[in-house]
Each structure stands twice: as C-alpha cells, then as structure tokens.
C-alpha cells in the first residue's frame, strides 16, 4: 500500500509570512493530489488539488507544486492569515480503490 | 447545493453493541467512501461503494460492514464495539470512483465507553 508521510507536523508561522507542506509518498501509479483542511471539529475540506500531468497549480494565496519524479509534492500557503491556522492533509491517490491520507500537518498562524 | 450530510452527530455506545452511521451524498454524486479517523491522525480509509456496490476496502475487521441504496446514501455499520472504535467517522462523496475529488461530510463523533 501507499506509505504517506508529511513534513513537518507542526508549524507556527507568523501573520503575513508563507507556510510551507511537504508530503511524501511511495506509489509510483498515484496520479491525483489532494490537499485537504481541517478545522476543529468539522470533516476535511478540499482547498486545492493537482492532476499528475500538471507541475503547479495556483489559487489565489494557495499553491500547489508536484514532483512526480521524485513522488512528493507540497502545499504552499502565501501571505498567511489566523484563519488558516488548522490541520492539513495530503492524499495522494492512485486508480484503484485504496484511499490513503496522511498523518497531518497542524499550522498555528501567530497574529 | 446541499453538502454531505452525516447521522448522527454524536453518539454514545457501550463495549459489545453494535452502531449505524449514516450518510447522504452530494446530489449526482454516485460514489461513497468511509473513513475512520482516530484523534491527532489522519483519516483511515474504511470502504467504498459505487453504483451500490463494495469497490474498496481498507484494513478494518469484519466487524465493520457497510451498504449502499439507491439513492446513493450509504451506511456503515460496526458490530461488537471495542473502546478502541471511538473516533470520528467520516463520509465522502465523488462523482465517480478512480481517481475523483472527494467532498467530506462532518463526520459522526462515536465514543465507546
């Protein structure tokens, strides 16, 4: 199965600085890469995601840069607010029927 | 548009009983997916179901059983709880089945005491 590991597990940042998710994962065939928040007490939200013939994918303060060769790719979060304080995760997908998340990064953003 | 929504909230089970959970996916959405997730982890893939049938399962006992209806809700069902099964149970629709984004509801918070 899929082995996901995500860098760092914690991060403080302060306001208006960028914020940087690294995720790692083993399965060659994974061709779809979500990021996913999470707030306390609410269900994952996707915020942006990225197909495997696509390097970088951009969405306002929020992007996303794929390394298929090197199998990780990593979130970025620009000009950070309190708001994005929360726990993100990655999932790396591949065709098939297993889903794998992975351990989480929680993001403290200091006022 | 109306998200996922999940049944219960909350709920409060004794060792040995069993428990439903159910979900109602996004409106088109013909795909569900159950994820098991244990307090500061990440979410445990559980099941999937499309077109009301088992397409995935992930590493849980036969003790958790799942279905799909008609109207693509869905609902899982975990026989003999273990304290160990508390954890916030988490459903996610998609369109399709490979490969498809996947919309969270807000989960069923189950505590086994």
């Known amino acids: 199965g899929e082995n996901v590991e995500q860098h760092p597990s914690t991060l403080s940042v302060q306001e208006g600085d960028s914020a940087v998710i690294k995720c790692t994962y083993s399965?060659?065939?994974?061709?779809?890469f979500p990021w996913y928040k999470q707030e306390l007490g609410k269900g994952p939200q996707l915020i942006i995601d990225?197909?495997?013939?696509?390097g970088e994918k951009k969405d306002q303060r929020i992007a996303v840069t794929l390394n298929k060769t090197a199998k990780h790719f990593s979130l970025h979060i620009t000009e950070t607010q309190p708001e994005d304080s929360a726990v993100y995760f990655c999932?790396?997908?591949?065709?098939?029927?297993?889903?794998?998340f992975g351990t989480g990064t929680s993001l403290t953003v200091i006022p | 548009d109306a998200g996922v929504t999940q049944s219960p909230t909350h709920l409060i089970k004794t060792r040995g009983q069993q428990v439903t959970l159910r979900c109602s996916p996004i409106?088109?959405?013909?795909?569900v997916s159950w994820y098991q997730q244990v307090l500061g982890q990440g979410p445990q893939f559980i099941f999937q179901?499309?077109?009301?049938?088992?397409?995935g399962r992930g590493n849980f006992p036969d003790r958790f059983s799942a279905r799909q209806f008609p109207n693509y809700s869905s609902e899982l069902n975990v026989n003999a709880l273990l304290l160990g099964d508390s954890a916030l149970y988490l459903c996610?629709?998609?369109?399709?089945?490979?490969?498809?984004?996947?919309?969270f509801g807000p989960g069923t918070r189950l505590t086994v005491l």
């Open positions: 996610a629709s998609s369109l399709y089945r490979q490969g498809d984004t996947q919309y």
């Open positions: 179901y499309y077109e009301k049938e088992e397409r």
């Open positions: 409106s088109g959405h013909k795909s």
């Open positions: 399965d060659s065939a994974s061709n779809y």
């Open positions: 999932a790396p997908t591949p065709l098939g029927n297993q889903f794998y």
């Open positions: 990225i197909r495997s013939n696509v």
